[in-house]
């Protein structure tokens, strides 16, 4: 929002200086982005070039003697602009005047042995443009001895501010008025708004077909106005804020949007045809507008029409059609409300940007229609003439006042700000709203012009930013709590933790998207109606994926595709069970193909590489989920996994019976010819999120090391069991035989033959016991060793072998 500060004070009576009116506009949340004074220009006059004499030592160069009026004798300047002759008016810069253009201070200097007292300025040195070929040249009318930036009127400081979406009410020059009267930085000058005196009745009628969209709509229409150009002050204000000025009945309108806030439309009445109509758009009915643009219209869109059809895109911009020209005799001055959803819509979808849809997206004040039609007659019967008609006005109901309760101590709740109770009211009342009832609750009535005001919060921000967001006190933040303290929450620790660990181990990390087609997602337990979306970016991403390895073994193909067979690929991210948040998992995955082993791949010297396989996979889901804290000790391997899995090279690992951990193994046959895939391929995926949290230890509890100083002992044992068990509770059976000596339990051989018995199966352990207390004699081991095979014999039915 754009304007002049004599246009401010057209609206506001005060004796504050620009800087204190910069300050009080911050202050009061009407943030000054910029401020153009050209007051650094009033030294400079205009004066005329009486002669324009060769100089004698230059080609180049004139003498000039100039008038600078004032009854002053002429001054000699020597110039070098092509365009000096005599009688040419331009800026005269006598010597003292700073030029900032060049950045230089003027002194009496010689030139080529000519005196020169000042210069003729261009408007590069005055930094009015990039024009350098020659010195400013005026019109012979312009005063000499005058001051140029009060004739060129640079002496009008120009001032932005950035307006945020709660202030509808500044997006007018009398409403940022409105406020700094308010805040005490002087008087507002209230708009005195006389009734036109009609002649005749409205020739031409308006209907609402559309109500919702449009709930009032003031019509007039004036006869026998002659349009032309503007008066000068309303082109240079205009000029100032970035409009160019076209003809009187335009500019008016431009200068009541910004002036009042308040847009209006000017139709040529002798090129509507019948009667005016405010409806919905019919589907495909187009428009030329004003820009020269020509829009398709939708049912959505508000418009006003006559019998030939669409005038102009409600609150948007009018049309080309009855657009007003210097040919305009009557003219229909419309002054309306519009939807301001509705408006926004709308010029999103046909992407026009316009001064007064800015504003009625925002909402204008509803009181405001037909003052705004009264002054809008006024200026154009004042530069154009002609005779206006009654009004019409429909549809508007009246404005009915929003009445927010409003506690005064929630200043202090909300702000920290000690206001007393009567100084809100006041502050209140300054900005037009008004306050009934007493105590410590009073009601108050919402103005018109701010539809921002919903609740009391809005009223605490307007006491605030009044009685001075500067008063409220910095307050230093609460301590943090110590640097030891975690900061991310156990699942993001778990995260990072599983990256660093798949990273360690050779993996690559890939990041795949979120969506898969319907048939992988069917593949791996997905493709649930809930999990598909709607409007899907492509037809293979058509469903949330259940699983992380679909679209791995998709990136794992595109690497062979081009050359590259032994990739190792790991990704930490989202899966989808369901269409709730609970459903969503967090969960690490990993697939490897050919050689790509944790201790490197391809062919090598001492023999080819072995390619991957199920044991590579549980190697993986093992080390993450020991890098993200799982008690991998107590974890429990059982054979099979999923159906995309190979049902004998695969695995799932729990935490008990129920704990369902991670699933590994080597994919099935059918899985990879669904995917299109080739090749070995193992892999895994593990549920972080379903790692239990470990349990809070004393802080005062220090760990207890112990180092025993007697030599660890190893024993190995072979038992015969069954060829259905597994070596897991084995060597579980072990362990538990005293888990004081026995520190870990090993299998190193593995043995079946007729020898054994049919359905039998040898398992060979290696057994670990550290001695702490004492030298271990043979009857303790003897002792230790039976407890062993007497644990194996009775969880795993083993015997040991002879």
């Known amino acids: 929002m754009k304007f002049t500060l004599s246009w401010l004070k057209d609206h506001l009576e005060t004796d504050a200086s620009l800087d204190q009116i910069v300050e009080r506009l911050t202050s009061i949340g009407l943030e000054v982005e910029s401020v153009d004074d050209k007051s650094s220009l009033k030294p400079f006059v205009i004066a005329k070039v009486l002669t324009a004499e060769k100089h004698p030592d230059a080609d180049k160069l004139r003498v000039l003697s100039v008038d600078i009026g004032n009854g002053q004798a002429p001054i000699q300047v020597v110039c070098g602009a092509p365009n000096a002759r005599a009688g040419l008016i331009g800026a005269f810069a006598a010597p003292g005047a700073y030029v900032p253009g060049i950045d230089v201070t003027l002194a009496i200097g010689k030139i080529r042995g000519v005196e020169s007292h000042g210069m003729m300025c261009s408007e590069r040195e005055l930094e009015l443009s990039d024009e350098h070929d020659g010195i400013i040249d005026l019109p012979a009318d312009a005063p000499v001895g005058t001051s140029y930036a009060s004739y060129a009127h640079l002496d009008d400081p120009l001032i932005e501010i950035g307006l945020t979406p709660n202030h509808p009410d500044a997006t007018g020059v009398y409403g940022i008025a409105r406020d700094l009267a308010a805040s005490g930085l002087g008087t507002l000058k209230l708009a005195q708004v006389e009734k036109s005196v009609a002649s005749g009745q409205m020739p031409v009628t308006v209907s609402i077909d559309a109500p919702e969209l449009c709930p009032g709509f003031a019509l007039r229409l ?97 049309g080309a059609h009855s657009g007003c020209d210097e040919t305009t005799t009557d003219v229909l001055i419309e002054s309306a409300l519009w939807e301001p959803m509705n408006i926004a819509r709308t010029g999103r979808e046909l992407g026009i940007i316009t001064d007064a849809r800015y504003r009625f997206e925002r909402g204008v004040d509803p009181e405001m229609m037909a003052p705004g039609l009264e002054l809008a007659t006024k200026l154009v019967t004042d530069f154009c003439g002609g005779q206006p008609s009654e009004a019409q006005i429909i549809g508007y109901a009246g404005y009915t006042p929003k009445v927010v309760k409003f506690p005064l101590a929630e200043v202090k709740r909300l702000t920290g700000l000690e206001v007393a109770g009567q100084e809100s009211l006041d502050i209140l009342t300054r900005l037009g709203f008004t306050v009934s009832g007493s105590g410590d609750e009073v009601r108050v009535s919402v103005p018109s012009w701010r539809p921002d005001i919903d609740g009391k919060a809005d009223l605490v921000e307007e006491v605030m930013r009044m009685h001075g967001v500067d008063a409220i006190e910095p307050q230093p933040l609460p301590a943090l709590a110590g640097v030891g303290t975690k900061v991310l929450t156990t699942l993001q620790i778990r995260t990072r933790s599983a990256r660093r660990a798949l990273a360690v181990r050779g993996l690559m990390e890939a990041i795949n998207w979120s969506f898969i087609s319907a048939k992988h997602a069917q593949a791996f337990a997905g493709g649930q109606p809930a999990l598909r979306l709607a409007n899907p970016i492509a037809a293979d991403m058509s469903d949330m994926r259940p699983s992380l390895l679909p679209g791995l073994l998709s990136a794992v193909q595109r690497n062979v595709d081009r050359g590259f067979g032994d990739v190792a690929l790991f990704e930490v991210s989202g899966t989808y069970e369901g269409d709730t948040p609970e459903a969503q998992r967090r969960v690490a995955a990993g697939v490897r193909r050919g050689t790509a082993k944790a201790d490197g791949s391809g062919r090598h010297w001492s023999g080819n590489g072995s390619v991957v396989g199920v044991f590579d996979a549980k190697a993986d889901a093992l080390a993450a989920l020991e890098a993200c804290g799982a008690p991998v000790d107590k974890l429990q391997i059982e054979a099979g996994g999923p159906e995309w899995y190979h049902p004998g090279r695969s695995g799932s690992i729990k ?132 407890r062993i095979i007497d644990n194996v014999k009775k969880q795993t039915g083993g015997v040991l072998r002879a």
């Open 655 to 786: 935490l008990g019976p129920k704990v369902l951990l991670g699933t590994f193994g080597e994919f099935h046959p059918k899985t990879l010819e669904l995917l299109d895939v080739s090749g070995p391929l193992c892999g895994f995926e593990i549920f972080i999120d379903a790692i239990p949290e470990p349990k809070a230890k004393p802080t005062r509890t220090k760990p207890k090391l112990e180092l025993s100083s007697l030599q660890t002992v190893k024993r190995d044992f072979a038992f015969v069991v069954d060829r259905s068990v597994e070596a897991g509770p084995l060597v579980r059976a072990a362990l538990s035989a005293d888990k004081k000596l026995v520190t870990s339990v090993s299998v190193f051989d593995l043995f079946e033959g007729a020898s054994l018995g049919e359905g039998k199966k040898s398992v060979a352990i290696e057994v670990s016991i550290q001695p702490v207390e004492k030298t271990l004699t043979d009857e303790d081991f003897e002792a230790l060793a039976t």
């Open 222 to 318: 004036v006869r026998g106005v002659k349009n032309g150009a503007s008066p000068k002050w309303m082109q240079q204000r205009l000029l100032a804020i970035g409009l160019r000025p076209i003809n009187a009945l335009v500019d008016i309108t431009n200068y009541m949007t910004f002036d009042q806030g308040r847009p209006l439309h000017v139709f040529d009445a002798a090129k509507v045809t019948g009667n005016l109509t405010v409806r919905r758009a019919a589907a495909g009915e187009k428009v030329l507008a004003l820009d020269g643009r020509e829009y398709q219209l939708t049912p959505e869109m508000c418009v006003i029409a006559d019998d030939k059809g669409v005038e102009s895109i409600a609150g948007i911009m009018g």
